[in-house]
């Protein structure tokens, strides 16, 4: 029973434009939402977080938007530059646990 | 800043076998975790300590064994390596004693039991 559920495995998105990564959870206990982005080889690079008081939250070209009634999440870049292919993944925070989705690669054409 | 250093990267066991995975950061955090991560699979926890002294259950803890050694170093032990223990780990650490936030990894081990 996955709680956390990144649906998309993979994104292509043209250099420049949007990307929007998507990320859908079913624990209403949860509170606090982070995305991390992994390159091949490494470990995850925490990138940005939002917490369930708030539904946006912004750091440059990031922004994360959660929809609490909806159980959701999302994660835009804009605009969106070739350094940003990898490996994504949404995760929720449950006490000193992270549940995590099983991430979405966006790949980014020039 | 090295930040989190796990050994070794790779590593090849055969079926029954024993290892030790280390682990070990330099940001002074209280609390530090193993995961692994498994093809189409977020991270899964294993153990997580909380804090220099004390060690808990993730969620897949079965057929490994932890050590808090200090508050740098944190092990992880396969008494008995089984086939679907294949997987790369990571070990991440933080600072915050209650909630988790931003964790830090470190850049993996690749394992293989045949």
């Known amino acids: 029973d996955q709680q956390v559920k990144q649906n998309s495995p993979s994104l292509s998105v043209q250099e420049g434009r949007i990307s929007i990564l998507n990320c859908d959870y079913t624990n209403s206990m949860f509170d606090y939402f982070l995305w991390y982005k992994k390159y091949p080889a490494e470990g995850p690079t925490f990138l940005i977080s939002i917490s369930s008081i708030k539904d946006k939250n912004e750091d440059g070209r990031f922004t994360v938007f959660l929809n609490k009634s909806a159980k959701h999440l999302s994660l835009h870049i804009v605009p969106s530059q070739p350094g940003d292919s990898a490996v994504y993944f949404c995760a929720a925070s449950a006490g000193y646990q992270l549940i995590w989705g099983a991430g979405t690669k966006l790949i980014i054409k020039p | 800043n090295a930040g989190v250093t796990q050994t070794p990267k790779f590593q090849v066991l055969k079926t029954g076998q024993s290892m030790t995975l280390q682990c070990a950061q330099d940001m002074n955090h209280n609390s530090m975790y193993w995961y692994r991560q498994d093809p189409g699979m977020g991270l899964r926890l294993i153990y997580y300590s909380a804090s220099e002294g004390t060690t808990d259950k993730g969620e897949v803890p079965n057929g490994y064994n932890v050590s808090r050694l200090n508050k740098r170093e944190f092990s992880l032990r396969l008494e008995s390596a089984a086939p679907s223990q294949t997987s790369v780990y990571f070990c991440?650490?933080?600072?915050?004693?209650?909630?988790?936030?931003?964790?830090?990894f470190g850049q993996g081990t690749r394992l293989t039991v045949v």
């Open positions: 991440a650490s933080s600072e915050g004693r209650g909630r988790l936030t931003e964790a830090f």
